[in-house]
């Protein structure tokens, strides 16, 4: 794993596949969870199923990000 490319997944990108995916909510509720938009949620976990079928298709190590960036 230590020489494989790595694609990192956001806390949010998580969240929203969480939501989604795993928990079975429409964009909308899931997004109320999350209090941003539907708009904003659908970019988030559409980032975020791009990444995991990349690391799929492509053999990559997904990284998934421990904390939140400090801005």
Not at 5 to 24: K, Q
């Amino acid at each position: 794993m230590t020489e494989l490319e790595e694609v990192t997944l956001s806390m949010d990108e998580i969240e929203a596949v969480r939501l989604a995916d795993y928990e079975g909510l429409y964009h909308q509720d899931a997004a109320g969870k999350m209090k941003i938009s539907r708009q904003t949620f659908g970019r988030i976990v559409g980032s975020a199923r791009k990444k995991m079928a990349e690391c799929l298709l492509k053999g990559k190590a997904l990284k998934i990000e421990t904390q939140k960036k400090e801005e």
